[in-house]
């Protein structure tokens, strides 16, 4: 397993900018995927974005497509999500992942998560 600590995170008016950061410690091997998933009062958690280690292969939520954007630092081993033009809907606890899976955007496929980050989008 590796460590994952969130940050960045914050209130922000609707429109607006944030990016999250992940940073990764530990084992850390070139074939992860990593991902953020977002969880809101009362809803399951649920996938936003996962990018493999390597940079092959990015996925996103239709929600979030066209306005964040994943990237990884493999010097700094770390994760980032830039999200713009952000929405009251995207309100929720931000959470970076680790797994070994290919299936990037299912929850059960990652074994290291981190504390999470809140995110609050005023409207």
């Known amino acids: 397993q590796v460590q994952l600590v969130e940050s960045g995170g914050g209130l922000v008016q609707a429109g607006g900018s944030l990016r999250l950061s992940c940073a990764v410690s530990?084992?850390?091997?070139?074939?992860?995927?990593m991902a953020w998933f977002r969880q809101a009062p009362g809803k399951e958690r649920e996938f936003v974005a996962a990018?493999?280690?390597?940079?092959?292969?990015?996925y996103y939520a239709d929600s979030v497509k066209g306005r964040f954007t994943i990237s990884g630092d493999n010097a700094e081993n770390t994760v980032y999500l830039q999200m713009n033009s952000l929405k009251p809907e995207d309100t929720a606890v931000y959470y970076c992942?680790?797994?070994?899976?290919?299936?990037?955007?299912?929850?059960?496929?990652?074994?290291?998560w981190g504390q999470g980050t809140q995110v609050t989008v005023s409207s």
């Open positions: 990018i493999w280690w390597s940079g092959s292969n990015i």
């Open positions: 992942a680790a797994g070994l899976s290919r299936l990037a955007r299912d929850k059960r496929s990652y074994d290291s």
């Open positions: 530990g084992r850390t091997f070139s074939r992860y995927t």
